[in-house]
């Protein structure tokens, strides 16, 4: 089953591409490989939730974060899919790079980054796996609790 196929059965449809917010495209084809920009967790043009992840007061938590991990890896996919046509042409997705704008204490980031890489398996099957890594960081554009970028091989 494809790609296309099986997000038909997971019921999941793709966004529209989220718009560039600096000079950048969100999805290059060099070789038989696509690379995206990095994608926030747009939802209709804005972000669900912002802020840092953690487990205290006033911050995302880890489990929100990680559902925020799978809506930036559907506009990723969406980023792939405007530049290849259809998402039956990818064979392997290749790495996935997770970014969590974490608090100091939050060491969670494989966590929340398995969001993305739980959805790339249901998808992909297979080939959805991938090498990736889970960085920490201070903070992401637009105060966006996570960020996700793919590298994926197509024919």
């Known amino acids: 089953m494809g790609a296309e196929a099986r997000l038909a059965e997971l019921g999941i449809e793709l966004p529209d591409v989220v718009p560039p917010v600096a000079a950048y495209v969100p999805a290059l084809v060099s070789g038989s490989l696509v ?10 043009g804005a972000l669900p939730a912002t802020g840092k992840v953690g487990d205290g007061h006033g911050l995302v938590p880890a489990d929100d974060a990680q559902q ?7 506009n990723a996919l969406a980023a792939v ?6 998402l039956d042409r990818v064979t392997q997705v290749v ?17 929340v980054v398995n969001g993305a890489s ?11 796996k991938h090498a990736r890594s889970a960085v920490g960081v201070a903070v992401l554009p637009l ?3 996570v960020e996700v970028e793919l590298v994926v091989a197509f024919e």
């Open 118 to 128: 739980l959805l790339l398996g249901e998808v992909f099957g297979d080939a959805g």
């Open 68 to 74: 925020l991990a799978r809506v930036a890896t559907l």
């Open 95 to 111: 790495k996935v790079t997770g970014f969590v704008a974490s608090d100091p204490s939050f060491t969670g980031q494989p966590a």
């Open 35 to 44: 690379f995206t920009a990095g994608q926030l967790p747009m939802v209709s």
């Open 81 to 86: 899919k405007s530049v290849l046509g259809s």
């Open 143 to 145: 105060d966006a609790p």
